[in-house]
């Protein structure tokens, strides 16, 4: 059994869960074993089409697992050569780097062919090589199977909302990710309108205001349960279990409670699957899931890039996708604020976060053209891309609408600081610089028969429900503290620490 030749299958498997046993819950269950399927017959179609090429199974495992194993390798190899130069020659360029390791596998190709001597042996040890490379993956993936696949945890705490009135405003809840506060975006070089724009169309600009947390799910799951995720996080200080912070934004309050108001709850999601689709929508919205994200990190690799370019598909591009999928969100939100109300909407948009597909314009922007810029440009032009498109949605929403609506668009973190995108960053070694860019946020309101003057300019999105609910529906939710939080790292994102008043300042919120 050791002669036949079932390396390839088991390399393919290493492939797409390698991602997960490193960060347990970055992929739910289902999607890995959805991943795990393609990736197996990804690896059986080429091994058959190897073995009519060569007519030698044991030829034809060998070139698939090489070949699987050069597509992440080269990944990891090439930042070590991307900005090597001599005399002026950059040698790491990708075109360079693609057509050596081409050429090198070709050769590799032909030499195998001609080569007449039984590979048996060399069968049983890639065998060996393999099954010793995936078992540490599958035992720390089997580690954390208990919880995950449980799917259920401790609930947090919820206190129970009331409502004592019965208007029913459609409510539109926008959260563009990563996009910056006014302070980061000066800071940039980035010179927009879109407060002066929301001003006069009645938006509140919450101009001080930052996120609770400084990461995408925590920031999310705090505002949609109009709470802190301290009894969350209670005795899990040193976990890297996402699942639990997943299953709390998964049921939110904000969902239930207005789906117990008759609310037609309509979610568009990106491809981030904690966010992706929700248990308690109406109708989820979402394009271009039939490919497991696990194989389209691995579609996205260095070595791909060739075909990737001659298709140019959002099907087999996560680049490409994302232009798509931005701007048939924009179109879906316009086209259901014709649709009969009541109705909450959430749309989770993943702009101006990467990858950086959009130029100034709104046109597609190829990998080529983004590396040939400085990042904070190509930041900056995805912010004025999304401006464009929150216009045109704010626009058609407030036009389209039969009773004036209720809009929140909100920013659920900064971008991230050169240097601070790693797992492992240790956020308590951050600068204050750093933290300020990664808290300071767009927090906007539209909120009909609202004095703006009524307001203040930290109000923080842990509150921006409790101030909807409390206006619209009657109900008596305090004022939170608006306070804001780090976490050690992503391996432990339940560690948190306050950098409230390390970012503000002098400009200490006034609740506390």
Do not use: C
């Given at each position: 059994m050791t002669r036949v030749p079932v390396h390839p299958f088991l390399v393919a498997l290493s492939v797409v869960l390698t991602s997960y046993a490193a960060i347990p819950g970055a992929s739910h269950p289902s999607e890995l074993l959805r991943a795990s399927g393609v990736a197996v017959a990804v690896a059986a179609a080429l091994f058959l089409a190897f073995g009519a090429?060569?007519?030698?199974?044991?030829?034809?495992?060998?070139?698939?697992?090489?070949?699987?194993?050069?597509?992440?390798?080269?990944?990891?190899?090439?930042?070590?050569?991307?900005?090597?130069?001599?005399?002026?020659?950059?040698?790491?360029?990708?075109?360079?780097?693609?057509?050596?390791?081409y050429a090198l596998l070709v050769a590799f190709g032909i030499a195998l062919y001609a080569r007449r001597q039984p590979l048996a042996g060399v069968t049983a040890f890639a065998n060996l090589v393999s099954v010793v490379a995936l078992y540490p993956v599958v035992m720390l993936a089997y580690a954390h199977a208990p919880t995950v696949l449980a799917g259920a945890h401790a609930?947090?705490?919820?206190?129970?909302?009331?409502?004592t009135t019965t208007a029913k405003p459609d409510i539109y809840y926008v959260v563009l990710d990563r996009y910056a506060g006014e302070e980061t975006l000066r800071k940039y070089g980035v010179q927009n309108d879109?407060?002066?724009?929301?001003?006069?169309?009645?938006?509140?600009?919450?101009?001080?205001?930052?996120?609770?947390?400084?990461?995408t799910v925590l920031s999310i799951a705090s505002s949609l349960n109009l709470d802190y995720l301290d009894d969350l996080a209670r005795g899990r200080s040193d976990?890297?279990?996402?699942?639990?912070?997943y299953d709390h934004?998964?049921?939110?309050?904000?969902?239930?409670?207005?789906?117990?108001?008759?609310?037609?709850?309509?979610?568009?999601?990106?491809?981030?699957?904690?966010?992706r689709t929700n248990r308690q929508a109406?109708?989820?919205?979402?394009?271009?899931?039939?490919?497991?994200?696990?194989?389209?990190?691995?579609?996205?690799?260095?070595?791909?890039?060739?075909?990737q370019h001659a298709l140019a598909s959002p099907w087999v591009d996560s680049r490409r996708q994302n232009w798509v999928r931005v701007r048939r969100q924009v179109d879906d939100v316009l086209r259901i604020a014709g649709e009969p109300g009541p109705k909450f909407v959430f749309l989770h948009m993943l702009v101006p976060h990467p990858p950086n597909v959009f130029d100034r314009d709104g046109s597609y922007l190829s990998l080529d053209e983004e590396s040939r810029r400085p990042w904070r440009e190509n930041y900056g032009n995805q912010v004025l891309a999304a401006d464009a498109m929150l216009k045109r949605l704010v626009d058609g929403i407030l036009r389209t609408s039969s009773l004036p609506p209720v809009i929140l668009l909100q920013g659920d973190e900064?971008?991230?600081?050169?240097?601070?995108e790693s797992d492992t960053y240790d956020w308590r070694q951050a600068s204050l610089e750093h933290l300020r860019e990664r808290s300071a946020i767009l927090n906007a309101y539209y909120l009909p028969g609202v004095d703006p003057h009524a307001l203040d300019s930290h109000l923080s999105p842990v509150?921006?429900?409790?101030?909807?609910?409390?206006?619209?529906?009657g109900t008596d939710l305090p004022r939170m503290p608006d306070r804001t939080f780090g976490h050690i790292s992503d391996l432990r994102p339940y560690a948190f620490f306050d950098i409230t008043e390390k970012v503000a300042g002098d400009r200490i919120e006034r609740h506390r």
């Open positions: 090429v060569y007519r030698d199974r044991h030829k034809a495992a060998l070139v698939v697992s090489l070949l699987l194993v050069v597509l992440v390798a080269v990944d990891s190899f090439y930042p070590l050569v991307e900005n090597l130069a001599i005399a002026g020659w950059h040698p790491g360029r990708r075109r360079y780097v693609l057509s050596i390791t609930a947090a705490a919820r206190l129970p909302i009331t409502a879109l407060t002066e724009y929301l001003g006069t169309r009645g938006f509140f600009v919450a101009r001080e205001s930052r996120a609770n947390y400084i990461k976990s890297s279990d996402f699942m639990p912070i934004l998964a049921s939110h309050r904000v969902g239930a409670f207005l789906r117990s108001q008759g609310y037609r709850y309509e979610h568009l999601g990106s491809w981030y699957w904690p966010t109406t109708r989820n919205v979402n394009y271009y899931d039939a490919i497991p994200r696990p194989v389209m990190r691995h579609l996205d690799s260095i070595m791909f890039a060739p075909v900064g971008p991230y600081p050169q240097g601070t509150n921006s429900f409790r101030v909807v609910f409390n206006t619209y529906f």
